[in-house]
């Protein structure tokens, strides 16, 4: 082929796959979406595959795929769904309802996140305390003096670990040695006798709770009992039951022990297109059956469950899907 004829093949393809006139390949079609999780030892990880999996069985008819990302938890997903580095993510309740209002005990005090979207709730989550049986410790108050895990800046538990530790009257700055370890870190720590005790907000069944109490060292799940003013000063917190005897039988507890909750939440941006939240909703929805069975923290979910909890306004594509589903008027 003569040089200039080449030239000028060249350019006519390239022009037309600029127009869109050329073939395209099929990945060029698809566009990604990423969902932001928690440590590979908590549910939120498992909960991102499992949206990820029904979604994306229709990966080709909606041109839309979603990945699952680990990152730090609840407080790092929505800091990064508002500045555009993931755009979904599965949070806590209690941080859904402190971004979305700017509330004054938290980290979001005075900058709330107006354009946060809630698409639905998922698996309850208890705030759930473990210690090493040779320490001594059987209540919150005898964690004073020793080194606990309060979880990682960026993590939903962090907050949650403090504001027990104070409806007991403990400040975690001055009675005991806190330490800020993600919750993949701690179960390790704590079987290494590094750790007396850990806090993590989380469903159940979990591989961190399964890791932590399947080592040498005994350890057992310590009742965190509260106050009713406890109840009144955070009403997005309420009593829970861990449930130790079905899921861990490594712990040394031989019954149930009581701790506090929030719900696991799925969210997005406002900015997020309708039909991208809508397809994601529904393939959710209309898939519960499977979506159920995909861990066993969502043994109490109904579809109606799924729409409660949830502080920040419905996302306008989720909102169509659930009028459509006749879930909502
Ligand atoms: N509740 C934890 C958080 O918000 C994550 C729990 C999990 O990964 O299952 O950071």
């Given at each position: 082929?003569?040089?200039?004829?080449?030239?000028?093949?060249?350019?006519?393809?390239?022009?037309?796959v600029f127009i869109g006139l050329g073939p395209?390949?099929?990945?060029?079609?698809?566009?990604?979406?990423?969902?932001?999780?928690?440590?590979?030892?908590?549910?939120?990880?498992?909960?991102?595959?499992?949206?990820?999996?029904?979604?994306?069985?229709?990966?080709?008819?909606?041109?839309?795929?979603?990945?699952?990302?680990?990152?730090?938890?609840?407080?790092?997903?929505?800091?990064?769904?508002?500045?555009?580095?993931?755009?979904?993510?599965?949070?806590?309740?209690?941080?859904?309802?402190?971004?979305?209002?700017?509330?004054?005990?938290?980290?979001?005090?005075?900058?709330?996140?107006?354009?946060?979207?809630?698409?639905?709730?998922?698996?309850?989550?208890?705030?759930?305390?473990?210690?090493?049986?040779?320490?001594?410790?059987?209540?919150?108050?005898?964690?004073?003096?020793?080194?606990?895990?309060?979880?990682?800046?960026?993590?939903?538990?962090?907050?949650?670990?403090?504001?027990?530790?104070?409806?007991?009257?403990?400040?975690?700055?001055?009675?005991?040695?806190?330490?800020?370890?993600?919750?993949?870190?701690?179960?390790?720590?704590?079987?290494?006798?590094?750790?007396?005790?850990?806090?993590?907000?989380?469903?159940?069944?979990?591989?961190?709770?399964?890791?932590?109490?399947?080592?040498?060292?005994?350890?057992?799940?310590?009742?965190?009992?509260?106050?009713?003013?406890?109840?009144?000063?955070?009403?997005?917190?309420?009593?829970?039951?861990?449930?130790?005897?079905?899921?861990?039988?490594?712990?040394?507890?031989?019954?149930?022990?009581?701790?506090?909750?929030?719900?696991?939440?799925?969210?997005?941006?406002?900015?997020?297109?309708?039909?991208?939240?809508?397809?994601?909703?529904?393939?959710?929805?209309?898939?519960?059956?499977?979506?159920?069975?995909?861990?066993?923290?969502?043994?109490?979910?109904?579809?109606?469950?799924?729409?409660?909890?949830?502080?920040?306004?419905?996302?306008?594509?989720?909102?169509?899907?659930?009028?459509?589903?006749?879930?909502?008027?």
């Amino acid at each position: 082929m003569r040089k200039g004829t080449f030239l000028v093949i060249a350019l006519v393809a390239l022009t037309m796959v600029f127009i869109g006139l050329g073939p395209a390949p099929a990945e060029a079609r698809t566009q990604f979406y990423t969902i932001g999780t928690g440590g590979v030892t908590g549910v939120y990880y498992p909960t991102g595959g499992a949206i990820a999996r029904v979604v994306n069985k229709k990966k080709d008819e909606y041109g839309l795929r979603l990945t699952v990302e680990s990152t730090g938890g609840s407080v790092y997903n929505i800091n990064a769904i508002m500045s555009g580095d993931l755009d979904f993510g599965v949070v806590q309740s209690d941080r859904q309802y402190q971004a979305y209002n700017g509330a004054e005990t938290s980290e979001w005090a005075g900058k709330p996140k107006k354009d946060l979207r809630a698409l639905f709730a998922i698996h309850p989550e208890s705030v759930t305390l473990a210690a090493g049986v040779d320490t001594g410790i059987n209540t919150i108050q005898d964690l004073k003096g020793k080194r606990v895990n309060i979880g990682n800046p960026g993590s939903g538990q962090r907050q949650n670990s403090i504001d027990a530790l104070s409806g007991a009257g403990i400040d975690y700055e001055k009675d005991l040695m806190a330490e800020g370890l993600k919750a993949a870190e701690a179960p390790g720590m704590l079987q290494d006798g590094r750790l007396d005790a850990f806090f993590y907000t989380v469903g159940h069944p979990s591989g961190a709770f399964k890791e932590a109490t399947s080592g040498a060292r005994k350890v057992k799940f310590i009742p965190i009992e509260l106050p009713a003013s406890f109840y009144e000063k955070f009403p997005y917190y309420a009593a829970s039951v861990v449930p130790v005897v079905d899921n861990y039988p490594g712990a040394e507890n031989k019954e149930d022990v009581p701790g506090f909750g929030v719900k696991a939440t799925f969210v997005t941006s406002k900015k997020i297109p309708d039909k991208v939240a809508y397809a994601v909703v529904k393939e959710v929805f209309e898939n519960f059956d499977e979506f159920k069975k995909l861990h066993p923290a969502y043994a109490v979910l109904t579809k109606e469950n799924m729409l409660e909890g949830l502080s920040a306004p419905f996302h306008p594509g989720a909102l169509k899907y659930y009028k459509e589903a006749g879930l909502m008027k």
